[in-house]
């Protein structure tokens, strides 16, 4: 089985790693991570440990009793053979050999038969000691992070893993970028989409993957839409909003910040951190072609540039130190092709918004000839 993208990612594959390398090391796992994770992870833990440690799995869903006990779970998985006699607990568990040096993943178990879990696994931790952590049976839950429940006492064989931190932007981007495949598409225009989406959607890979579905021009001018549908989707409420935390989603880590979730923004009616991050994602694309632009066009207009040139705050005294600006003051009343004029002002134009913090609507640079010249191919 190859892995998803996903998870052979820096971020994704370390955290991953921690809980696979944890269950060979004979630490039975607690995993905290997003609800629409889980599956993916689990795929991936498998992989990466199964040649290590045979690797089982526990659907409670499919199990006919729901009322057994965890360690009855466990010990039928193996072995069936049960009788009214059989005692099921932590202790016993370890005297099953066919359980030994396994690792079994729990998955689907219900919120409230969580503390019995935690319960059974803080026993548990203690009793799989009698074996050496290579050859005791090894258990690993995964809980959505929205859950919120006392987490057992951990010891040496119990650890849990929390996916707080577990991505960054590198992480988000690189599969932005990947799925972001449109090759018809404007190749500036692409890239201000996979940085855009990147600045939206923060560690959320789902709702990157919504992100994604929509067209740039969606994505910039109603993006208030998208994002407020998306929010109803994950079923947050205002409140939840009005007070976000890492549990539910509505508050992200990334990079060493807590960030509020651009949905639950969106609930909130905060139009100005959602264009702040727009705008953020505008320059970081925009800014470095403008430029490039600006230096093609000291070439074009050989012959039309004078210095020194006198602002109101220096005096230039070489052409490379023309600004837009200044370009366009001395150009305006020139004879020149339309086509460079109209260039020129709407290159400005844009300078200015991104400079006093204005997000760009898409229309601003839904132009041929002006998305030809950010991206380097000179004028038609």
């Not at 892995?3 to 944890?22: A, N, Q, V």
């Not at 508050?251 to 139009?271: C, F, M, Q, T, Y």
């Amino acid at each position: 089985m190859m892995l998803d993208l996903w998870w052979r990612l820096p971020g994704p594959k370390s955290y991953m790693e921690r809980i696979g390398r944890s269950l060979i090391e004979g630490q039975n796992v607690i995993a905290i991570i997003p609800e629409g994770e889980i599956r993916g992870l689990k795929d991936a833990v498998c992989e990466w440990i199964v040649e290590t440690r045979p690797f089982k799995n526990l659907n409670l869903d499919n199990i006919s009793n729901p009322k057994a006990s965890p360690a009855r779970y466990i010990h039928e998985l193996f072995d069936r053979r049960v009788d009214a006699s059989t005692v099921f607990n932590a202790r016993t568990l370890t005297q099953l050999n066919l359980f030994g040096g396994y690792a079994v993943w729990v998955e689907n178990i219900a919120e409230e038969d969580l503390t019995n879990w935690f319960r059974f696994l803080e026993s548990y931790q203690h009793a799989c000691q009698c074996h050496d952590s290579y050859n005791r049976g090894t258990i690993c839950i995964a809980i959505p992070s929205h859950i919120n429940k006392s987490l057992p006492k951990c010891d040496i064989a119990l650890v849990t893993h929390s996916w707080n931190n577990a991505v960054d932007r590198f992480d988000i981007s690189t599969y932005i970028n990947y799925y972001n495949s449109d090759k018809n598409c404007n190749s500036l225009l692409r890239r201000l989409k996979t940085v855009l989406i990147s600045e939206l959607s923060l560690t959320d890979r789902q709702l990157a993957s919504t992100l994604i579905s929509y067209n740039l021009n969606e994505l910039i001018d109603n993006t208030l839409e998208i994002l407020s549908q998306n929010a109803h989707e994950k079923g947050w409420t205002l409140d939840q909003c009005k007070n976000p935390t890492c549990d539910n989603g509505t508050l992200v880590h990334i990079e060493g910040s807590l960030l509020v979730h651009s949905s639950a923004l969106a609930i909130l009616d905060n139009h100005q951190t959602i264009e702040r991050r727009i705008w953020t994602a505008q320059v970081s694309v925009l800014f470095p072609a403008l430029e490039q632009a600006r230096i093609s066009l000291l070439n074009e207009l050989d012959g039309f540039l004078t210095v020194p040139f006198l602002t109101e705050f220096e005096k230039i005294d070489k052409i490379e130190g023309l600004e837009l600006g200044h370009i366009w003051h001395q150009i305006k009343n020139k004879v020149l092709p339309s086509r460079l004029r109209t260039l020129i002002y709407q290159l400005l134009q844009i300078r200015i918004n991104l400079a006093h913090l204005t997000p760009l609507k898409y229309s601003s640079i839904n132009n041929p000839q002006l998305l030809r010249y950010l991206s380097g191919e000179g004028i038609v």
